[in-house]
């Protein structure tokens, strides 16, 4: 019960500051960083596969509830698709590398997978495959960028989190370390 509200949690709370934020910044691939973090939050506290999924398949019910950003129908596939494709990458690289590692090539996997929504988008609306395959690898390198930053930030916190004792039980950091 407590690792589904956890998961609960780190979903409305992405959406949440998706909607009040609104960072235009003009940089594709921003939002990758918050995604990237709660997603990878939710891995690492609640130490189970599916737990990503189900951060993702939440957090797309929430935003489609709300409306929040753009996409119409695609909104719920815009936070679907990264956290299949992080909890797949999980499941292959889960003992090769070192947590560090994990969580960044992770986290770029999932920048892939969040590009690919946007390339189908750009291909439906007509958009020639020359253009669309260049506006995919911009968002693929400025969101691999942003996953990246938001993957690094995962360990800090969750050492934070740990020191506070407000983890209940072993989460990957202990397993890990």
Avoid at 88 to 94: A, D, K, Y
Wanted: glycine fraction near 10%; aromatic fraction near 10%; charge should be positive.
């Amino acid at each position: 019960m407590q690792d589904a509200l956890f998961i609960g949690f780190c979903a409305t709370l992405l959406v949440a500051l998706k909607s009040i934020l609104r960072l235009r910044l003009g940089l594709s691939g921003h939002s990758m960083l918050l995604m990237s973090f709660f997603y990878l939050i939710c891995y690492c506290t609640v130490a189970r596969i599916g737990a990503i999924t189900a951060c993702g398949a939440m957090a797309g019910a929430v935003a489609a509830v709300i409306g929040v950003g753009k996409g119409g129908p695609f909104l719920f596939i815009k936070f679907l698709a990264p956290a299949i494709a992080m909890e797949l990458t999980l499941i292959i690289v889960q003992s090769l590398l070192t947590l560090r590692w994990r969580l960044i090539v992770v986290a770029v996997v999932g920048s892939i997978a969040w590009s690919a929504k946007g390339l189908l988008e750009d291909l439906l609306v007509g958009m020639s495959w020359q253009v669309a395959l260049v506006r995919f690898g911009t968002k693929v390198a400025a969101g691999g960028l942003f996953a990246a930053i938001g993957a690094l930030l995962v360990i800090p916190v969750m050492k934070r989190l740990k020191a506070h004792d407000l983890l209940y039980r072993n989460s990957k950091l202990d397993q890990e370390f």
